[in-house]
Nanobody
């Protein structure tokens, strides 16, 4: 079982950048497809970004395309979510997740396919 820990959250002004690392530990001998999700107050958790196990392919929800970018350094067991042009609508708890149960070459966008989750990190964007 892999354990995931997000960090890098905090308070940022609208328009500013933020980078969220997610570090994996435990069973990291296999590189997993990874994803980022977020949950705003009184809203359901939603997909934000996904990155394939090798980092070659990514996918994003429409609202963050062109502003967010996911990358990974498998040697460091770390996945990153770089966020630019943040706006108050991006305020949420951000979670990283891993797909351990199957192998797939491309990014995985459905949260129901993910079986390992971090504890989340709060991102608050002030206007």
């Amino acid at each position: 079982q892999v354990q995931l820990v997000e960090s890098g959250g905090g308070l940022v002004q609208a328009g500013g950048p933020l980078r969220l690392p997610c570090t994996a530990s435990g069973r990291t001998s296999t590189n997993y497809p990874m994803g980022w999700f977020r949950q705003a107050p009184e809203k359901e958790r939603e997909f934000v970004a996904a990155i394939s196990w090798g980092g070659r392919w990514t996918d994003y929800t429409d609202s963050v395309k062109g502003r967010f970018a996911s990358s990974r350094d498998n040697a460091k067991n770390t996945v990153y979510l770089r966020m630019n042009g943040l706006n108050p609508e991006d305020t949420a708890v951000y979670y990283c997740a891993a797909v351990q149960q199957f192998q797939r070459s491309g990014p995985v966008t459905s949260q129901w396919d993910y079986d390992a989750w971090g504890q989340g990190t709060q991102v608050t964007v002030s206007s």
